[in-house]
């Protein structure tokens, strides 16, 4: 499967930063994105869909951009409990099994 | 509460020795998956399965095996086939196999001595 390519980091923030986060897709065919976050030694979970138009959620927004195939994720004000592993993640319905999930990328905030 | 378990959390095995771990839900999903974490990368997929009694091999097969007898159930085995067992294991399930948001366990760290 074609690869979902991302920035491993570390991002090393200071509380209340803004941070942004790029990925990129390389199957035109991808149909939806994702950014689902990881904490260290846990299981990922879904943080938000990417669409289009864009999505915000309080301090989280995510982009996509098709033409140039790829998605960000920008964290505002940064709050200590957001250090963890963000994988991004397209979704291609056609290929079965969907999810593909990028490396990640791993953020750190500091006090 | 809805949800997905995992057992073992942590899970040591002899080189050459067969190991399963489980997965279980209780959320009625009808499809399944297995997955595979390695440090530093991302998640890899090793078989799933849509409905009870059907499942197909996903990117990294080789040396696991899978069975869903139940809906609720898909448990792993990791044979001694498998040349570099030793990962982070992760069950995941969703509505169907169209559906995007998978649902993960807690995971299952095996480790082979």
């Known amino acids: 499967r074609k690869e979902v390519e991302q920035d491993p980091g570390p991002f090393n923030v200071p509380e209340g930063a803004t941070v942004a986060f790029n990925c990129t897709y390389s199957?035109?065919?991808?149909?939806?994105f994702f950014w689902y976050r990881q904490d260290c030694r846990k299981e990922p979970k879904l943080l938000m869909s990417v669409y289009s138009s864009g999505n915000e959620d309080g301090r989280f927004t995510a982009q996509l951009n098709r033409a140039s195939q790829y998605i960000s994720l920008l964290i505002r004000d940064s709050k200590l409990s957001d250090s963890a592993t963000y994988l991004c993640v397209d979704f291609i319905k056609p290929s079965g099994y969907a999810l593909n999930f990028g490396k990640g990328t791993s953020l750190l905030v500091t006090p | 509460d809805g949800g997905i378990t995992q057992s073992p959390k942590y899970l040591f095995r002899k080189e050459g020795q067969n190991v399963t771990l489980s997965c279980e839900q209780n959320l009625n999903h009808d499809a399944m998956y297995w997955y595979r974490q390695d440090p530093g990368q991302g998640l890899r997929l090793i078989y799933y399965s849509q409905i009870v009694n059907d499942f197909q091999k996903g990117d990294i097969a080789e040396g696991y095996s899978v069975s869903r007898e139940k809906k609720e159930s898909f448990p792993l085995t990791v044979t001694s086939a498998q040349k570099n067992p030793t990962a982070f294991y992760l069950c995941?399930?969703?509505?169907?196999?169209?559906?995007?948001?998978?649902?993960f366990g807690p995971g299952t760290r095996l480790t082979v001595l």
């Open positions: 199957n035109s065919a991808s149909q939806s």
């Open positions: 995941a399930s969703s509505i169907g196999l169209g559906a995007w948001e998978q649902f």
